[in-house]
């Protein structure tokens, strides 16, 4: 049974995986798997390791912690490719799941800082997450 199925009415879905007490499991909210898979091949592989490393407890090269949410549990993964910057950002706050907040590409041709617009959709996937967990958890 896929229990994250019934949360669907969260913006979010899972992801069948191996079971194991060190492998967490993922979990995407909104449209985060949906845009992810919408990105060049050669991101998704690299966002895909990303993922797949933050579900075994490990980080990977290129995850930072995304400023403006007070620790190291929000992460994204920044990959420039052919001119273009794309992100995923996720959750490892939560000590059974990874949360795939957003995968977007960066279009500000300014600044490396996160457009304002996102980092409110993360905010608001962030606590849909959180929600989902209690109820998970309940």
């Known amino acids: 049974m ?12 899972s992801e069948n995986v191996e079971e194991s007490p060190k492998f967490r499991r993922l979990y995407w909210v ?4 949906k845009d992810l898979l919408a990105l060049p091949e050669d991101v998704v592989d ?12 490990r980080k990977h090269d290129q995850a930072r912690p995304i400023k403006g949410f007070g ?3 929000v992460l994204e993964v920044v990959e420039d490719w052919e001119g273009s910057t794309y992100r995923a950002v996720y959750t490892v706050r939560f000590e059974r799941a990874v949360f795939v907040l957003h ?28 929600q989902a967990v209690m109820e998970l958890e309940s």
Do not use: M, N
């Open 30 to 33: 909104g449209s985060s798997k």
């Open 46 to 57: 690299v966002f895909g390791y990303a993922l797949y490393l933050a579900q075994i407890g």
């Open 2 to 13: 896929d229990r994250g199925c019934k949360y669907t009415h969260l913006g979010i879905s």
């Open 103 to 130: 995968v977007f590409q960066k279009k500000a041709k300014r600044g490396i800082a996160t457009p304002k617009p996102d980092l409110d959709l993360i905010r608001h996937r962030l606590k849909v997450a959180e």
């Open 71 to 73: 620790s190291a549990g």
